[in-house]
Protein backbone atom coordinates (compact mmCIF):
# COMPACT_ATOMS: atom_id res chain seq x y z
CA UNK A 1 0.00 0.00 0.00
CA UNK A 2 2.97 2.06 0.72
CA UNK A 3 4.63 1.54 -2.27
CA UNK A 4 1.27 2.71 -4.39
CA UNK A 5 1.27 5.70 -2.54
CA UNK A 6 4.31 6.86 -3.52
CA UNK A 7 3.97 5.36 -6.66
CA UNK A 8 0.95 7.38 -6.91
CA UNK A 9 2.72 10.80 -5.51
CA UNK A 10 5.47 10.75 -8.36
CA UNK A 11 3.03 10.39 -11.13
CA UNK A 12 0.88 13.23 -9.95
CA UNK A 13 4.33 15.45 -9.33
CA UNK A 14 5.61 14.35 -13.06
CA UNK A 15 1.95 15.60 -14.20
CA UNK A 16 2.34 19.04 -12.28
CA UNK A 17 5.53 19.67 -13.54
CA UNK A 18 4.43 18.83 -17.42
CA UNK A 19 1.88 21.32 -17.06
CA UNK A 20 3.49 23.74 -15.77
CA UNK A 21 6.48 22.93 -18.54
CA UNK A 22 3.76 23.26 -21.27
CA UNK A 23 2.24 26.35 -19.90
CA UNK A 24 5.62 28.08 -20.18
CA UNK A 25 6.50 26.63 -23.60
CA UNK A 26 3.54 28.01 -24.73
CA UNK A 27 3.90 32.17 -23.09
CA UNK A 28 7.43 31.79 -24.34
CA UNK A 29 5.94 31.15 -28.16
CA UNK A 30 3.93 34.04 -27.52
CA UNK A 31 0.40 31.42 -27.24
CA UNK A 32 -1.14 33.00 -24.33
CA UNK A 33 -4.62 31.55 -24.36
CA UNK A 34 -3.07 27.91 -25.29
CA UNK A 35 -1.12 28.85 -21.73
CA UNK A 36 -4.33 30.18 -20.04
CA UNK A 37 -6.09 26.92 -21.12
CA UNK A 38 -3.61 24.98 -19.53
CA UNK A 39 -3.55 26.77 -16.39
CA UNK A 40 -7.31 26.82 -15.93
CA UNK A 41 -7.63 22.99 -16.85
CA UNK A 42 -4.86 22.21 -13.91
CA UNK A 43 -6.94 24.78 -11.65
CA UNK A 44 -10.48 23.52 -12.22
CA UNK A 45 -9.09 20.32 -10.55
CA UNK A 46 -7.42 21.29 -7.17
CA UNK A 47 -7.18 24.87 -7.36
CA UNK A 48 -6.02 24.93 -3.62
CA UNK A 49 -3.56 21.86 -4.30
CA UNK A 50 0.15 22.65 -3.65
CA UNK A 51 1.17 21.04 -6.87
CA UNK A 52 -0.80 23.09 -8.60
CA UNK A 53 0.82 26.69 -7.10
CA UNK A 54 3.34 26.88 -9.57
CA UNK A 55 0.68 27.25 -12.26
CA UNK A 56 -0.82 30.77 -10.60
CA UNK A 57 1.35 32.96 -10.95
CA UNK A 58 1.90 31.71 -15.23
CA UNK A 59 -2.22 31.98 -15.20
CA UNK A 60 -1.36 35.95 -13.57
CA UNK A 61 1.72 36.51 -16.72
CA UNK A 62 -0.29 34.81 -19.27
CA UNK A 63 -3.43 36.92 -19.02
CA UNK A 64 -1.65 40.29 -18.56
CA UNK A 65 0.36 39.21 -21.65
CA UNK A 66 -2.84 38.14 -23.98
CA UNK A 67 -4.43 41.23 -22.85
CA UNK A 68 -2.26 43.85 -23.46
CA UNK A 69 -1.45 42.02 -26.77
CA UNK A 70 -5.39 42.79 -27.60
CA UNK A 71 -5.63 45.75 -26.35
CA UNK A 72 -2.42 47.39 -28.89
CA UNK A 73 -4.19 45.41 -31.91
CA UNK A 74 -7.69 46.88 -31.02
CA UNK A 75 -5.98 50.20 -30.92
CA UNK A 76 -3.93 49.67 -34.59
CA UNK A 77 -7.47 48.41 -35.78
CA UNK A 78 -9.46 51.37 -34.75
CA UNK A 79 -7.29 53.47 -36.50
CA UNK A 80 -7.74 51.79 -40.03
CA UNK A 81 -10.67 53.28 -42.00
CA UNK A 82 -10.45 49.18 -43.83
CA UNK A 83 -14.06 48.21 -43.32
CA UNK A 84 -11.98 44.60 -43.61
CA UNK A 85 -10.58 45.17 -39.56
CA UNK A 86 -14.74 44.90 -38.49
CA UNK A 87 -15.05 41.88 -37.76
CA UNK A 88 -11.67 41.23 -36.06
CA UNK A 89 -12.57 44.45 -33.93
CA UNK A 90 -15.84 42.26 -32.73
CA UNK A 91 -13.96 39.07 -32.17
CA UNK A 92 -11.41 40.49 -30.13
CA UNK A 93 -13.32 41.66 -27.98
CA UNK A 94 -15.76 38.79 -27.60
CA UNK A 95 -12.22 36.76 -26.94
CA UNK A 96 -11.22 38.86 -24.13
CA UNK A 97 -14.84 38.28 -22.37
CA UNK A 98 -14.48 34.98 -22.95
CA UNK A 99 -10.84 34.79 -21.82
CA UNK A 100 -12.37 36.51 -18.37
CA UNK A 101 -14.97 34.19 -17.82
CA UNK A 102 -13.17 31.09 -18.30
CA UNK A 103 -11.09 32.26 -14.83
CA UNK A 104 -13.69 34.40 -12.88
CA UNK A 105 -15.12 30.46 -11.38
CA UNK A 106 -11.43 29.85 -10.31
CA UNK A 107 -11.40 33.26 -8.51
CA UNK A 108 -9.84 33.75 -5.43
CA UNK A 109 -6.47 32.12 -5.85
CA UNK A 110 -4.00 32.32 -3.54
CA UNK A 111 -0.63 32.33 -3.90
CA UNK A 112 0.42 30.70 -1.02
CA UNK A 113 3.97 30.86 -0.76
CA UNK A 114 3.87 34.79 -1.33
CA UNK A 115 1.10 35.13 0.47
CA UNK A 116 -1.13 36.99 -1.41
CA UNK A 117 -3.90 37.08 -3.68
CA UNK A 118 -3.77 36.09 -7.39
CA UNK A 119 -4.21 39.53 -9.41
CA UNK A 120 -6.16 39.95 -12.75
CA UNK A 121 -7.43 43.05 -14.04
CA UNK A 122 -10.95 42.55 -15.49
CA UNK A 123 -12.78 45.29 -17.95
CA UNK A 124 -16.65 45.06 -18.53
CA UNK A 125 -16.56 44.67 -22.26
CA UNK A 126 -20.18 44.29 -23.03
CA UNK A 127 -20.69 48.25 -24.26
CA UNK A 128 -17.82 47.60 -26.85
CA UNK A 129 -19.39 44.01 -27.97
CA UNK A 130 -22.68 45.24 -28.81
CA UNK A 131 -21.15 48.32 -29.90
CA UNK A 132 -18.83 46.74 -32.31
CA UNK A 133 -21.08 43.76 -33.50
CA UNK A 134 -24.01 46.79 -34.44
CA UNK A 135 -20.95 48.34 -36.81
CA UNK A 136 -20.16 44.96 -37.88
CA UNK A 137 -24.05 43.91 -38.60
CA UNK A 138 -24.82 47.09 -40.80
CA UNK A 139 -21.78 46.85 -42.69
CA UNK A 140 -22.48 42.64 -43.49
CA UNK A 141 -26.11 43.97 -44.30
CA UNK A 142 -25.48 46.63 -46.72
CA UNK A 143 -22.55 45.03 -48.49
CA UNK A 144 -24.39 41.71 -48.57
CA UNK A 145 -27.29 43.67 -50.40
CA UNK A 146 -25.32 45.32 -52.84
CA UNK A 147 -23.21 42.05 -53.98
CA UNK A 148 -26.45 40.25 -54.55
CA UNK A 149 -27.59 43.10 -56.52
CA UNK A 150 -24.78 42.02 -59.30
CA UNK A 151 -23.50 38.83 -57.65
CA UNK A 152 -23.27 35.60 -60.07
CA UNK A 153 -23.60 32.24 -58.40
CA UNK A 154 -20.32 31.67 -56.85
CA UNK A 155 -19.88 35.15 -54.98
CA UNK A 156 -23.86 34.27 -54.34
CA UNK A 157 -22.20 31.56 -52.46
CA UNK A 158 -20.16 33.88 -50.91
CA UNK A 159 -22.58 36.25 -49.50
CA UNK A 160 -24.65 34.10 -48.39
CA UNK A 161 -21.79 32.75 -45.95
CA UNK A 162 -21.15 36.18 -44.66
CA UNK A 163 -25.07 36.29 -44.23
CA UNK A 164 -24.93 33.24 -42.11
CA UNK A 165 -22.13 34.42 -40.12
CA UNK A 166 -24.31 37.87 -39.44
CA UNK A 167 -27.24 35.72 -38.18
CA UNK A 168 -25.83 33.91 -35.80
CA UNK A 169 -23.67 37.21 -33.79
CA UNK A 170 -26.98 39.12 -34.91
CA UNK A 171 -30.07 36.78 -34.83
CA UNK A 172 -32.52 38.10 -37.02
CA UNK A 173 -30.98 41.25 -38.03
CA UNK A 174 -33.44 43.48 -39.40
CA UNK A 175 -34.14 41.94 -43.23
CA UNK A 176 -30.97 39.27 -42.62
CA UNK A 177 -32.57 36.29 -43.53
CA UNK A 178 -34.80 37.22 -46.34
CA UNK A 179 -31.41 37.97 -47.89
CA UNK A 180 -30.22 34.54 -46.69
CA UNK A 181 -32.87 32.66 -49.05
CA UNK A 182 -32.14 35.28 -51.49
CA UNK A 183 -28.39 34.58 -51.76
CA UNK A 184 -29.08 30.49 -51.44
CA UNK A 185 -31.15 30.86 -54.65
CA UNK A 186 -29.17 32.86 -56.21
CA UNK A 187 -25.70 30.13 -55.33
CA UNK A 188 -27.64 27.18 -56.02
CA UNK A 189 -27.17 25.10 -59.47
CA UNK A 190 -30.97 23.85 -60.71
CA UNK A 191 -30.41 20.65 -62.54
CA UNK A 192 -33.67 19.23 -64.80
CA UNK A 193 -32.85 15.73 -65.17
CA UNK A 194 -34.02 13.53 -68.41
CA UNK A 195 -34.55 10.05 -69.81
CA UNK A 196 -34.15 8.78 -72.99
CA UNK A 197 -34.49 5.52 -74.48
CA UNK A 198 -32.92 5.25 -77.71
CA UNK A 199 -31.91 1.73 -77.76
CA UNK A 200 -35.25 -0.22 -79.55
CA UNK A 201 -36.00 -1.84 -76.51
CA UNK A 202 -38.99 -1.81 -73.71
CA UNK A 203 -37.33 0.23 -70.58
CA UNK A 204 -39.04 -1.62 -67.44
CA UNK A 205 -41.07 1.25 -66.04
CA UNK A 206 -39.34 0.95 -62.22
CA UNK A 207 -36.19 1.15 -63.39
CA UNK A 208 -36.73 4.32 -65.58
CA UNK A 209 -38.51 5.81 -62.18
CA UNK A 210 -35.43 4.87 -59.97
CA UNK A 211 -33.11 6.33 -63.26
CA UNK A 212 -34.61 9.40 -62.61
CA UNK A 213 -35.59 9.30 -58.67
CA UNK A 214 -32.45 11.80 -57.84
CA UNK A 215 -33.21 11.09 -54.19
CA UNK A 216 -32.20 8.14 -54.10
CA UNK A 217 -28.57 8.93 -55.81
CA UNK A 218 -27.49 11.22 -52.26
CA UNK A 219 -25.89 13.59 -54.16
CA UNK A 220 -28.40 16.50 -54.07
CA UNK A 221 -26.17 19.34 -51.84
CA UNK A 222 -26.85 22.54 -50.92
CA UNK A 223 -25.99 24.23 -54.25
CA UNK A 224 -27.26 21.42 -56.49
CA UNK A 225 -30.20 20.67 -56.57
CA UNK A 226 -31.46 17.62 -59.54
CA UNK A 227 -35.26 17.54 -60.63
CA UNK A 228 -36.95 15.49 -62.80
CA UNK A 229 -40.22 17.58 -62.95
CA UNK A 230 -40.08 20.31 -64.76
CA UNK A 231 -40.59 23.77 -62.20
CA UNK A 232 -42.10 26.23 -64.19
CA UNK A 233 -40.63 29.43 -62.36
CA UNK A 234 -37.32 27.87 -62.55
CA UNK A 235 -34.87 28.95 -64.37
CA UNK A 236 -32.48 25.80 -64.73
CA UNK A 237 -28.51 25.84 -65.44
CA UNK A 238 -28.25 22.87 -67.17
CA UNK A 239 -30.17 20.00 -68.71
CA UNK A 240 -28.47 16.24 -67.69
CA UNK A 241 -30.04 13.17 -69.94
CA UNK A 242 -29.03 9.88 -69.51
CA UNK A 243 -29.78 8.31 -72.56
CA UNK A 244 -30.13 4.38 -72.90
CA UNK A 245 -28.28 3.71 -76.58
CA UNK A 246 -28.25 -0.13 -76.40
CA UNK A 247 -30.26 -2.80 -74.19
CA UNK A 248 -29.08 -6.58 -75.14
CA UNK A 249 -29.91 -9.93 -73.00
CA UNK A 250 -28.32 -13.05 -74.21
CA UNK A 251 -30.37 -16.33 -74.65
CA UNK A 252 -31.01 -19.06 -71.89
CA UNK A 253 -28.16 -21.28 -71.77
CA UNK A 254 -27.61 -24.49 -69.78
CA UNK A 255 -23.33 -25.57 -69.87
CA UNK A 256 -22.85 -28.86 -68.77
CA UNK A 257 -19.83 -30.67 -67.36
CA UNK A 258 -18.69 -33.44 -65.63
CA UNK A 259 -16.29 -33.95 -62.89
CA UNK A 260 -14.30 -36.63 -61.06
CA UNK A 261 -13.65 -35.99 -57.36
CA UNK A 262 -10.92 -38.11 -55.55
CA UNK A 263 -9.95 -37.90 -51.62
CA UNK A 264 -7.86 -40.11 -49.26
CA UNK A 265 -9.70 -40.73 -46.16
CA UNK A 266 -8.80 -42.56 -43.14
CA UNK A 267 -10.58 -45.79 -42.96
CA UNK A 268 -10.13 -47.70 -39.57
CA UNK A 269 -6.81 -49.29 -38.89
CA UNK A 270 -4.26 -52.07 -39.47
CA UNK A 271 -2.12 -53.83 -36.92
CA UNK A 272 1.36 -53.58 -37.19
CA UNK A 273 3.49 -56.57 -37.79
CA UNK A 274 7.00 -57.98 -36.91
CA UNK A 275 9.36 -59.97 -39.55
CA UNK A 276 7.59 -63.23 -38.04
CA UNK A 277 4.24 -62.10 -38.56
CA UNK A 278 3.58 -60.96 -34.72
CA UNK A 279 1.79 -58.25 -34.04
CA UNK A 280 4.39 -55.36 -32.58
CA UNK A 281 3.94 -54.43 -28.98
CA UNK A 282 4.57 -50.78 -27.49
CA UNK A 283 6.90 -50.13 -24.49
CA UNK A 284 3.46 -50.42 -22.70
CA UNK A 285 3.03 -54.30 -24.14
CA UNK A 286 -0.27 -52.72 -26.40
CA UNK A 287 -0.81 -53.61 -30.04
CA UNK A 288 0.49 -51.26 -32.04
CA UNK A 289 -1.75 -49.73 -34.49
CA UNK A 290 -1.64 -47.24 -37.61
CA UNK A 291 -4.11 -45.57 -39.55
CA UNK A 292 -5.58 -47.22 -42.57
CA UNK A 293 -6.55 -44.90 -45.54
CA UNK A 294 -9.16 -45.30 -49.01
CA UNK A 295 -9.63 -43.37 -51.84
CA UNK A 296 -13.20 -42.28 -52.62
CA UNK A 297 -13.97 -41.35 -55.66
CA UNK A 298 -17.50 -39.40 -56.67
CA UNK A 299 -18.93 -38.44 -60.50
CA UNK A 300 -20.56 -35.43 -60.66
CA UNK A 301 -22.91 -34.14 -63.12
CA UNK A 302 -22.75 -30.01 -62.85
CA UNK A 303 -24.92 -27.88 -64.94
CA UNK A 304 -25.09 -24.20 -65.14
CA UNK A 305 -27.55 -21.84 -66.01
CA UNK A 306 -26.58 -18.10 -67.62
CA UNK A 307 -28.24 -15.46 -68.68
CA UNK A 308 -26.13 -11.79 -69.22
CA UNK A 309 -28.01 -8.61 -69.57
CA UNK A 310 -26.11 -5.43 -70.53
CA UNK A 311 -27.32 -1.81 -70.69
CA UNK A 312 -24.98 0.75 -72.52
CA UNK A 313 -26.03 4.48 -71.48
CA UNK A 314 -24.15 8.23 -72.09
CA UNK A 315 -24.87 10.55 -69.19
CA UNK A 316 -24.77 13.88 -70.71
CA UNK A 317 -24.92 16.99 -69.61
CA UNK A 318 -26.03 21.01 -71.68
CA UNK A 319 -25.77 24.44 -70.49
CA UNK A 320 -29.35 25.57 -70.89
CA UNK A 321 -27.85 29.30 -71.34
CA UNK A 322 -25.60 28.53 -74.09
CA UNK A 323 -27.10 25.23 -75.19
CA UNK A 324 -23.98 23.51 -75.71
CA UNK A 325 -22.61 20.11 -74.64
CA UNK A 326 -20.36 20.41 -71.59
CA UNK A 327 -19.89 16.83 -70.78
CA UNK A 328 -20.49 13.33 -72.16
CA UNK A 329 -19.70 10.56 -70.31
CA UNK A 330 -20.54 6.91 -71.85
CA UNK A 331 -21.32 4.55 -68.72
CA UNK A 332 -21.94 0.20 -69.32
CA UNK A 333 -23.62 -2.05 -67.01
CA UNK A 334 -24.05 -5.93 -67.10
CA UNK A 335 -25.76 -8.33 -64.50
CA UNK A 336 -25.14 -12.08 -64.81
CA UNK A 337 -27.53 -14.38 -63.97
CA UNK A 338 -25.89 -17.66 -62.94
CA UNK A 339 -27.05 -20.95 -60.94
CA UNK A 340 -25.83 -24.27 -60.66
CA UNK A 341 -27.04 -27.57 -60.02
CA UNK A 342 -26.42 -31.39 -60.44
CA UNK A 343 -26.06 -34.93 -59.44
CA UNK A 344 -23.67 -36.64 -57.58
CA UNK A 345 -23.17 -40.53 -58.51
CA UNK A 346 -20.08 -41.93 -55.93
CA UNK A 347 -18.78 -41.22 -52.71
CA UNK A 348 -20.16 -37.57 -51.92
CA UNK A 349 -17.54 -37.20 -49.37
CA UNK A 350 -15.17 -37.01 -51.81
CA UNK A 351 -16.75 -33.55 -52.33
CA UNK A 352 -15.46 -30.16 -50.53
CA UNK A 353 -18.66 -29.38 -48.07
CA UNK A 354 -18.79 -25.90 -49.52
CA UNK A 355 -19.54 -27.08 -53.32
CA UNK A 356 -22.16 -29.43 -52.28
CA UNK A 357 -23.75 -26.16 -50.53
CA UNK A 358 -23.71 -24.77 -54.06
CA UNK A 359 -24.83 -27.36 -56.27
CA UNK A 360 -28.72 -27.44 -55.86
CA UNK A 361 -30.79 -30.19 -56.92
CA UNK A 362 -32.71 -28.96 -59.81
CA UNK A 363 -32.96 -25.88 -62.24
CA UNK A 364 -34.92 -22.86 -61.70
CA UNK A 365 -36.53 -21.18 -63.81
CA UNK A 366 -34.88 -18.12 -65.96
CA UNK A 367 -35.64 -14.25 -64.76
CA UNK A 368 -37.57 -12.62 -67.54
CA UNK A 369 -36.13 -9.80 -69.69
CA UNK A 370 -37.66 -7.49 -68.00
CA UNK A 371 -35.97 -8.34 -64.23
CA UNK A 372 -33.07 -9.00 -66.08
CA UNK A 373 -32.78 -5.51 -67.13
CA UNK A 374 -33.97 -3.83 -63.88
CA UNK A 375 -31.32 -6.02 -62.52
CA UNK A 376 -28.89 -4.51 -64.51
CA UNK A 377 -30.17 -0.75 -63.43
CA UNK A 378 -28.92 -1.54 -60.27
CA UNK A 379 -25.18 -1.55 -61.33
CA UNK A 380 -26.33 1.26 -64.05
CA UNK A 381 -27.42 3.99 -61.20
CA UNK A 382 -24.14 3.34 -58.79
CA UNK A 383 -22.02 4.35 -62.32
CA UNK A 384 -24.06 7.48 -62.89
CA UNK A 385 -24.00 8.60 -59.25
CA UNK A 386 -20.11 8.30 -59.93
CA UNK A 387 -20.23 10.29 -62.74
CA UNK A 388 -22.24 12.62 -61.27
CA UNK A 389 -20.07 13.25 -58.60
CA UNK A 390 -17.17 13.99 -60.74
CA UNK A 391 -19.45 16.73 -62.52
CA UNK A 392 -18.42 20.44 -62.06
CA UNK A 393 -20.84 22.87 -62.43
CA UNK A 394 -19.94 26.42 -63.67
Known amino acids: MKRVCILLAVVIFEVSCSSVKKTEIAINEGDYDQAINIAVDNLVSGKNSKRNQEVIPLLERAFKK ?18 AVLEPIYETYLRMDRRQNRIRPLLPLQVLNLNRVALFEFQDYNSEILSSRMILS ?32 NPNFRDTRALIQQALEQGTQYILVGLQNQSETVLPVRLEEELLN ?19 ALDYDYHLDIIIDRIVVSPEQVLQK ?37 TIKANVIQNTQLKESNVNA ?15 FPVSSSFVFTYMYGSVYGDRRALEANYLETLNPQSVNFPPDEQMVYDTGEDLKFKIKQILNRLQYH
Open 138 to 169: DYLLDTSKKALAVANIMESRKVYNDLKYLDKI
Open 258 to 294: ELVKEKEIKDGFIYEYDANGNVKKDSLGNDIKKDKFI
Open 214 to 232: FSTYGINDQWTQYHNNKIN
Open 66 to 83: ATEQDQMQLKRWQLDPNP
Open 314 to 328: IVQLKDKRTLQIVDR
